[in-house]
C-alpha cells in the first residue's frame, strides 16, 4: 500500500525553478531513492516532504493524511523520521542521551520539570542503540564518536519517533566507503524489517543501486526517470544526463576507436 | 501647529539623526568585519567629546577662526581613533574567536574601566565646551529661529555617508571591509592580512565615534554618562538598520531622529519606550534589521558555550552543600548584623543568577536583561506595598508573578531571534522597562524611586527576615535545579546544542524557550521583591544594564558551564564587591579589569577551578 504520495510539487526561487511537477509515491517497507546531477532539486523535493520548505503548488500525503507545509516538528509526530547531511545531534549529551531525548519527545515529556531525565527511557534507547550496533558504547560523550558511528546514533535518534517513514538526505556523506556500505545495509535490514518507508538522496552510485527497491532521476527540477536501479541504469537519458553530451560523444568515439 | 513649527522640529531631529549616524556607522562596520558588538564604542564618543573640550579651547586660544576649530574636533577623533587601535591590539585579538557572550562582558569591562579613567583625569563635574567659531548665530526658518550649528550638524551625516561609500568602493581597504562583512573566512583564505584589516577598521570605528563626540561639544557638555547613553541608541540604530549596514544605520538614524523630536509633542512621558517599541517592531517583521542580511550559518557543529555535563553530587558536593545551608542558617545566630545583611542580600542574588543561568548556560539564549525582571518583580512588590496599601505577604506573591508576566510578554518576541539579535533585543526590553520606571514619576518616584518598603511587622527583624529569604532562595534554587535535571532542562539544552535536531524530533523550540523565559523571569521577579524588603526601597538601578552586567559576571565568575556555578558566583562576587567597594573610589575600573581578566584568563570560573582540583584528587 502506499505510505508516502507527492502530488505535483513546485517551487521557484525567483526566477530559478528548483521543483517543477514533481510527483512519486512511496510503499511501506520500501527504499526510494533520489539520485540527480547538483542543483537538480533533490534536496529541495526532500526539504518539501520534510517539511523545512513549503511547495508552492502539490501536495504531500502521509498514509492519506495531507500533511503539505507542516512544521518538522508537526511531520516527526505522524511518523516521519529524518537524518541529515552533516550529522545534527545534541553534542552536550551521551550517546544514551540523544536517543533519551528523542524518546522524551516522542512521548510528549518535554514540559515535565520533576522527572530525572537520565533515567527516563533507559531501556527504550539502550534498545534502540542496539539495534544500529551502538549499545557498548552507551556512555561516551556524543562528540568522541568517529562520523560513521555518529550517523548510526543518528539513525537511532530518528527511528525512537516510531516513523513510518524515514527521510535521509545524503546519509553516506562525508564517510569512509567501508562504512557506507554497513550503514546502507544496516539502514535497508531495518526499513524492511518493521515495513519502515525510506526516501533518501545520494550522491553514491554504489549505494543507490545496492539497496535502492526504485530510483527517481531529477533533472533541473524535472523528473525524467522513474523505475528500478536496472530500468534506470539502461535509460539513455539518464546516461547522456550522468555522462554529459560531450561526455557520451567521448565515449561513443572512444568505442569506435576500440571496435576499429 | 504651524508649519514652521513643524518644520523645525523636523529639523532638529535630523540634527540628532546626523549626530547619531555619525556615531552608529562606526559600530556598525566594527561588528560587519569583526563580528564584535563593542561596548566600548559609547566609551570612545564620550572620549572624543573630552577630548575635545580639552584640545578645542587650547586650540582657540590661538585664533578663534572656524578652521582651528574643526581641526581640534578631527585631532579629537584621530586620537580616539587611536585608542581604538590600542583596544583591538590588546583586547579585541584574543576575543575573536571567544562566545559572543564574553566578547560583549569584556568590551563592557572596557566600559566600567573608561569611566573610572575619565572621571580621574577629568573630575566628576560636567565640562561645557566652546561654541563654533562662525556657527554661533541662528537662522530665521518659516519664523522660527533655528541654531546654524544644527543646520551644519544636518550636512554632516550626509557627508560622512558620502565618504564612507567613497571609502568603501573606491578604495582597497573599503572593499575588503566589503568583503569580510560578507564572509570573514573567505577573506581570511584569500590571503589578506587580517589583522591590519581589523587593526584599520578599529581606528575607522573609532574614529567615527570620537568625531561624533567632539561634534557634540557646543550642544552638551562632555559628561561621565554619556556612553551609556549613547550606546543603547547606536544599538538601537545598528540593529534597526541591520548589523553591518551603513546605509541601513542612516535610514534608521534619521527614523529614529524623527520619532525623537515627533514622538516628544505627542508622548512626551515615553519618548524613550517609543524608540525601543520601534527595534522591537522592526526585529519581529525583519529580524535582521531593515537593510541586514542574515548571520551565515556556521559551517561545522562546535560545543556550545554553557552546561555540557549534569553531574549527580558526589559525597564532597553533598558536604559542601550540606555545610553551605548550614552556615546559612547560622548566620543569624553567630554573625552580626552586616554580616546576616551581606549573607541575606548573597542569597537573594544567587537565586537571580541560578535562574539566569537557566537562560544562559541551559538554554543558550545570551540575556543581556535579565535585572528587568529582578526589578519588576522588586517594582512589584514595593508599588503594592507602599501605593497599594498591602501587607508584605500579598507583595512577595505578586513579586515573582510580575516577573514571570513581563518575561512572558517580552520573552514572546525575544524567543523569535537567535545570537546577538537576541541578546540585543532582551536589552532592548530592559531599557524599556528601565525608561517606563524612570519617567513614570507620579507611580515610580523616576530617579528617586520610593522607600518605606517594609517587611510585615513578625518579619521586620533582620534575623526573622534572613530566615525568610533564606526559605525562599533556597527552595527556589532547589526547584530550579531540579527543573535542570528535568526532561524540560534536557529539551533546553537539546534545542541549544541542535535547533534543526530538536525541531525533528518533535520538539517546538520557541514555545520551550518561551517558557523557560517565563519561569526565570519569575524566579527572579520573587528575588527582586525579596530584594526590595531587604532594602527598603526601589530604584530604577534595580532594572539597570550594570544590574544585569552583575548578574552575567556572577555566572561568568562561578563557571556558567556547570549546575551550581552560579550560586558560588553570587556568593564570591558579592562578597568581593561589598568588601572592596567602600575602600576604593575606583571600583568600577577593578571589576572591569576583573571581568576582562575572567573572559581571557578564567572563562571556566571558580567551579572550573574546582572541577579541575576534583579531577586531579
Known amino acids: 500500500m502506499t505510505l508516502l504520495s507527492v502530488e505535483g510539487l513546485n517551487k521557484r526561487f525567483g526566477g530559478v525553478v528548483a521543483a517543477k511537477d514533481v510527483s512519486f509515491a512511496l510503499a511501506a517497507g520500501e527504499m526510494l531513492a533520489i539520485i540527480g546531477p547538483n542543483g537538480a532539486g533533490k534536496s529541495t523535493t526532500f526539504n518539501m516532504v520534510g517539511g523545512q520548505l513549503r511547495p508552492d503548488t502539490g501536495r504531500v500525503l502521509l498514509d492519506g493524511q495531507d500533511i503539505t507545509g507542516q512544521p518538522p516538528r508537526q511531520v516527526c509526530k505522524l511518523g516521519v523520521g529524518r537524518t541529515f547531511q552533516v550529522a545534527q545531534t545534541f553534542l552536550s549529551m551521551s550517546i544514551l542521551g540523544n536517543v533519551q531525548m528523542a524518546l522524551i519527545a516522542h512521548h510528549g515529556r518535554t514540559r515535565d520539570l520533576i522527572s530525572d531525565a537520565a533515567t527516563l527511557y533507559r531501556t527504550e534507547a539502550l534498545a534502540l542503540l542496539a539495534r544500529v550496533g551502538m549499545e557498548s558504547d552507551a556512555d561516551r560523550p556524543i562528540g568522541e564518536l568517529a562520523y560513521g558511528d555518529v550517523k548510526r546514533v543518528e539513525l537511532a535518534i530518528a527511528l525512537a519517533a516510531a516513523p513510518k517513514l524515514l527521510l535521509m538526505d545524503e546519509p553516506t556523506a562525508g564517510m569512509a566507503p567501508r562504512e557506507r556500505a554497513s550503514l546502507m545495509q544496516l539502514t535497508a535490514d531495518i526499513a524492511r524489517g518493521q515495513g519502515i518507508g525510506v526516501l533518501f538522496t545520494e550522491h553514491d552510485m554504489d549505494a543507490v543501486f545496492a539497496h535502492a527497491d526504485r530510483i527517481l532521476v531529477l533533472v533541473r527540477g524535472e523528473v525524467i526517470a522513474e523505475g528500478s536501479p536496472e530500468s534506470v541504469r539502461a535509460n539513455p537519458e539518464v546516461q547522456r544526463v550522468y555522462l554529459g553530451q560531450s561526455g557520451h560523444k567521448a565515449a561513443l568515439r572512444a568505442r569506435r576507436a576500440a571496435h576499429g | 501647529m504651524d508649519l514652521g513649527f513643524l518644520l523645525v522640529q523636523s529639523l532638529s531631529g535630523l540634527a540628532s539623526a546626523s549626530s547619531l549616524f555619525v556615531i552608529a556607522s562606526g559600530l556598525t562596520l566594527v561588528f560587519g568585519v569583526t563580528r564584535i558588538v563593542n561596548f566600548a564604542h559609547g566609551s570612545f564618543y564620550m572620549l572624543g567629546a573630552y577630548v575635545a573640550v580639552t584640545v578645542v579651547p587650547w586650540l582657540l586660544d590661538f585664533d578663534r577662526s572656524p578652521l582651528l576649530f574643526f581641526c581640534g574636533v578631527l585631532i579629537s577623533a584621530a586620537v580616539v581613533g587611536l585608542l581604538g587601535v590600542l583596544m583591538e591590539i590588546l583586547l579585541l585579538r584574543r576575543l575573536y574567536k571567544v562566545p559572543e557572550l564574553f566578547q560583549l562582558l569584556a568590551t563592557f569591562g572596557v566600559v566600567l574601566m573608561v569611566q573610572d579613567a575619565v572621571l580621574w583625569l577629568w573630575g566628576p563635574v560636567e565640562i561645557p565646551g566652546p561654541r563654533a567659531p562662525g556657527l554661533r548665530h541662528g537662522v530665521e526658518i518659516l519664523g522660527q529661529r533655528f541654531p546654524a550649528y544644527e543646520l551644519f550638524l ?464
Request: net charge positive; glycine share 12%.
Open chain 2, 154 to 617: 544636518i550636512c554632516v551625516g550626509p557627508a560622512v555617508l558620502g565618504l564612507l561609500w567613497l571609502l568603501m568602493h573606491k578604495t582597497r581597504f573599503g572593499i575588503l571591509i566589503r568583503a569580510a562583512t560578507r564572509d570573514r573566512e573567505m577573506v581570511g583564505a584569500l590571503g589578506v592580512n587580517q589583522a591590519l584589516l581589523f587593526t584599520g577598521t578599529l581606528f575607522l570605528g573609532a574614529f567615527l565615534a570620537g568625531l561624533g563626540g567632539a561634534l557634540q561639544i557646543p550642544r552638551v557638555s562632555a559628561s561621565s554618562q554619556m556612553d551609556l547613553s549613547i550606546i543603547t541608541e547606536a544599538f538601537v540604530v545598528t540593529v534597526i538598520g541591520g548589523m553591518g549596514s551603513v546605509p541601513g544605520a542612516f535610514l534608521a538614524a534619521v527614523l529614529i531622529g524623527q520619532l525623537n523630536s515627533f514622538g516628544v509633542l505627542i508622548f512626551p512621558k515615553i519618548t524613550l519606550v517609543l524608540v525601543f517599541l520601534l527595534m522591537a517592531v522592526v526585529l519581529v517583521v525583519k529580524p535582521w534589521g531593515l537593510l541586514g542580511r542574515p548571520e551565515p550559518a556556521a559551517g561545522r557543529a562546535a560545543l556550545p558555550e554553557g552546561v555540557l555535563a549534569m553531574p549527580r553530587f558526589g559525597v564532597w558536593e553533598k558536604a559542601i552543600a550540606a555545610v553551605a545551608v548550614l552556615a546559612t542558617l547560622a548566620v543569624p545566630v553567630f554573625g552580626d548584623a552586616y554580616t546576616v545583611k551581606v549573607v541575606t542580600e548573597v542569597l537573594i542574588f544567587a537565586l537571580a543568577a541560578f535562574s539566569l543561568n537557566l537562560l544562559v548556560g541551559h538554554g543558550g539564549i545570551v540575556s543581556f536583561g535579565h535585572a528587568a525582571y529582578f526589578g519588576l518583580g522588586a517594582y512589584a512588590a514595593g508599588l503594592l506595598v507602599t501605593k497599594g496599601g498591602l501587607p508584605m505577604e500579598p507583595a512577595l506573591i505578586a513579586a515573582p508573578i510580575a516577573g514571570a508576566a513581563f518575561a512572558a510578554l517580552f520573552g514572546f518576541f525575544i524567543v523569535r531571534l537567535s545570537g546577538i539579535y537576541l541578546a540585543m533585543l532582551t536589552l532592548a526590553f530592559a531599557q524599556i522597562a528601565y525608561a517606563v520606571c524612570f519617567q513614570w514619576v507620579e507611580v515610580t518616584g523616576g530617579d528617586n524611586g520610593v522607600v518605606g518598603v517594609w517587611p510585615s511587622p513578625w518579619a521586620r527583624s533582620r534575623e526573622v527576615f534572613h530566615y525568610l529569604v533564606a526559605i525562599c532562595c533556597i527552595l527556589g534554587i532547589i526547584g530550579l535545579r531540579r527543573v535542570a535535571y528535568a526532561p524540560f532542562g534536557a529539551t533546553l539544552r537539546a534545542a541549544r546544542d541542535s535547533e534543526q535536531r530538536a525541531d525533528a524530533i518533535g520538539v517546538d523550540v520557541r514555545r520551550h524557550r518561551w517558557l523557560a523565559f517565563t519561569l526565570a523571569g519569575g524566579a527572579a521577579g520573587l528575588a527582586g521583591g525579596l530584594y526590595a524588603f531587604s532594602k527598603g526601597s526601589i530604584d530604577p538601578t534595580l532594572l539597570s544594564i550594570p544590574m544585569s552586567i552583575d548578574f552575567l559576571a556572577m555566572i561568568l565568575l562561578g563557571g556558567m558551564q556547570t549546575v551550581m556555578g552560579a550560586v558560588a558566583g553570587a556568593a564570591a562576587f558579592h562578597t568581593i564587591k561589598d568588601f572592596f567597594m567602600p575602600l576604593t573610589d575606583h571600583w568600577r575600573f577593578f571589576l572591569g579589569a576583573s571581568i576582562i581578566a575572567l573572559v581571557l584568563i578564567f572563562p571556566r570560573g571558580l567551579s572550573g577551578a574546582y572541577g579541575a582540583l576534583r579531577r586531579r584528587a
